[in-house]
């Protein structure tokens, strides 16, 4: 069969890597992809949220599945659109998606249907906002309600922190229309958790549990980050945890959809608080993470597609997914002065030589014959092991190995202390 993936990130590329061990696929699109895809794919010049020519390329081509990797398509109804031309594809459809798309209808959501999550307030004028905030507890959690790259939330811990923070979402508009409601949510305590899983609006199937490490510097210091390194499973979140996570937030949410006229068929991404009171919703996603995929699609051993077309029959209770009983670690180069202003362009050597571990590229191009950086994450290492130990120092050991001018990454992903 000959498979689409929509999308050019190191998330993708994992996807990419996974579907290309599958014996059923013959051929694999990636739009745009970047010049690691291109190894395993034939990249495709049409951008992510171009939906009429990715439709187009996708009939004149036969495609059998495509597989939407960003966000921003689902938003804007690319299932929809693929639907109604009777082409098959894995992701949830525009209604669907607003449990990542508007984050005031995914809070409005949990509070109908008494899923955990913190208390909230929602503004859509400037000055409401900040006579709350003048009244409010601190610190809190600020966000924008609309999509904003993983940038869209500012955890302030007094009111001229707050007040910077609305004036950048509704007066510089920095987000855009994203920043017209404002979301104020108290602040929950605990480990963060990522916890993905694959339904077909009626049956759960959850994936190995993730941590993402969000910070830019050691030791979690620094601006929040796209993702800086991730590691599953997930050392904090025991089986009884997960289970939990499964009968308190996952199967209500998608009942939730359910009764709201809503079938949810994809990765349901649910964003997590582990605190004393138990597993809280901090948000949801319409589709795998970024780093997290890069660390759980390498534990799956089920043949991708299969899962896949399982989910958009509405069959999951036919599928029994298996998952290697290993540790997987990955660590993110990125770009100097990312998450801020950066230059891209520089060669990136070194990539032969490694042999433990494999290399997801994220921010890469092809240029005259040399893979390039053209983004702030550049790529990311990822190695398994029968330990976090293990993974960790074989990711440490092949990611020296790689150069580009300005390369960070942090050096404290999986560190024993912390698993």
């Not at 940038?151 to 811990?157: A, E």
């Not at 009171?277 to 589709?287: Q, S």
């Not at 060669?347 to 590229?361: D, M, P, R, S």
Request: hydrophobic share 40%; proline share 4%.
């Amino acid at each position: 069969m000959k498979v689409l993936v929509i999308g050019g990130g190191g998330r993708e590329h994992a996807i990419v890597h996974k579907l290309s061990q599958s014996p059923k696929v013959d051929k694999i699109y990636c739009a745009p992809g970047n010049a690691g895809i291109g190894l395993l794919a034939e990249c495709v010049d049409i951008k992510v949220g171009d939906i009429e020519k990715l439709k187009e390329f996708a009939i004149k081509n036969d495609i059998d599945l495509t597989v939407v990797g960003p966000e921003m398509p689902l938003v804007q109804g690319i299932v929809d659109e693929f639907e109604k031309a009777g082409l098959k594809i894995f992701g949830p459809n525009k209604s669907a998606a607003a449990v990542e798309g508007s984050k005031y209808f995914t809070k409005q959501l949990l509070s109908k249907y008494n899923i955990p999550t913190g208390r909230f307030k929602a503004f859509d004028k400037y000055q409401e906002v900040l006579k709350f905030l003048k009244e409010t507890w601190y610190p809190v959690v600020m966000k924008a309600d609309g999509l904003a790259q993983g940038k869209g939330v500012f955890i302030v811990k007094d009111f001229i922190e707050a007040k910077e923070a609305l004036d950048l979402m509704m007066k510089k508009r920095i987000f855009g229309a994203s920043g017209d409601i404002v979301i104020i949510e108290e602040m929950l305590f605990g480990k963060e958790a990522s916890v993905f899983a694959f339904t077909d609006g009626e049956n759960i199937l959850p994936m190995v549990s993730a941590m993402d490490y969000k910070k830019v510097y050691e030791g979690d210091k620094g601006p929040n980050t796209g993702g800086m390194g991730s590691i599953a499973p997930n050392p904090y979140l025991e089986e009884e945890t997960l289970e939990e996570v499964m009968e308190s937030i996952l199967k209500p949410m998608v009942k939730a959809l359910q009764k709201e006229g809503i079938v949810y068929k994809g990765v349901l991404y649910a964003g997590l608080m582990l605190t004393k009171e138990g597993p809280k919703v901090l948000e949801f996603n319409a589709r795998f993470g970024d780093p997290e995929t890069q660390v759980v699609l390498p534990l799956l051993k089920t043949d991708l597609i299969d899962i896949m077309e399982a989910t958009i029959e509405g069959k999951l209770d036919k599928i029994q997914i298996e998952w290697e009983d290993k540790k997987a670690v990955c660590a993110v180069a990125v770009s100097n002065g990312y998450p801020g202003e950066y230059q891209t362009g520089f060669e990136i050597t070194g990539l032969e030589k490694v042999k433990e571990a494999f290399v997801y590229h994220a921010g890469t191009s092809l240029k005259d014959g040399k893979i390039t950086t053209s983004g702030g994450r550049v790529l990311a290492v990822t190695s398994i092991g029968d330990s976090y130990e293990e993974a960790r120092e074989k990711v440490y050991r092949e990611i020296k190995k790689i150069r580009f001018e300005g390369m960070y990454y942090r050096k404290d992903i999986a560190l024993v202390s912390q698993v």
